[in-house]
């Protein structure tokens, strides 16, 4: 399975931005974008001066891969099932990137990254209507049930996360059996996705 595997904090630079790809790090004063707020590289500082339309929209569809941590091809592949549906192109694809299970099981604390919950499902920690699914974009649908495997909610770092993380639950979702458990209650909508991106400048870019 083809994913990044270099430094997280690297790329949060280049977007010059938080992308809370590490979890507690990102919230503390250990995260690099606090003290080196510009672009990776010899010439960081250089790069951040700010550049052509192109470019800025560039880097929004960028930080938006980043985030949800999707490769070229499936973003690019999920914009064009998105200009296909009906409705408005920019919602359509935050709105599947949302209904990702790796993202839902980072919505639900059971990681404290996206790229903690991606792993939980790769190992077989989650289950979509009690059974086992393995594969971090399956894409959750109304009225699912997802829930952590018997024995997953007992993991210490998923244990820890439960306890501690306080990052609210998004209003599509709905937890049951004290956060083991949780419910697509609804599709959500713009308004229910708090991802800082500006959608309409990645549909302006694919368009060109």
């Not at 929004?60 to 973003?75: C, D, H, N, P, T």
């Not at 639900?108 to 920690?125: E, I, P, T």
């Not at 709905?174 to 419910?183: H, K, M, N, P």
């Not at 609804?186 to 302006?204: F, N, S």
Request: glycine share 8%.
């Amino acid at each position: 399975m083809a994913r990044y595997t270099g430094p997280a904090c690297r790329l949060c630079r280049r977007e010059k931005v938080k992308l809370f790809l590490k979890g507690a790090k990102c919230e503390s004063t250990a995260c690099p974008i606090e003290r080196r707020p510009y672009p990776p590289g010899e010439h960081g500082r250089d790069r951040a001066r700010q550049g052509s339309e192109y470019l800025t929209q560039l880097r929004e569809k960028q930080k938006a891969r980043r985030i949800y941590g999707v490769l070229e091809q499936q973003f690019r592949n999920l914009y064009e099932e998105a200009n296909r549906q009906s409705g408005i192109t920019g919602e359509n694809l935050l709105r599947m990137l949302e209904l990702r299970l790796d993202n839902l099981a980072y919505r639900a604390r059971w990681g404290a990254s996206r790229a903690q919950a991606r792993q939980l499902v790769r190992h077989g920690h989650v289950l979509v209507n009690g059974k086992r699914v393995t594969i971090p974009s399956y894409r959750v649908r109304l009225g699912d049930a997802v829930a952590l495997a018997q024995g997953s909610a007992d993991v210490i770092t998923v244990r820890q996360n439960l306890d501690t993380i306080d990052r609210p639950l998004p209003g599509w979702l709905e937890a049951e059996e004290g956060g083991t458990q949780v419910r697509v209650r609804a599709i959500p909508v713009r308004e229910q996705i708090d991802t800082q991106v500006r959608e309409q400048l990645i549909v302006e870019l694919y368009s060109k």
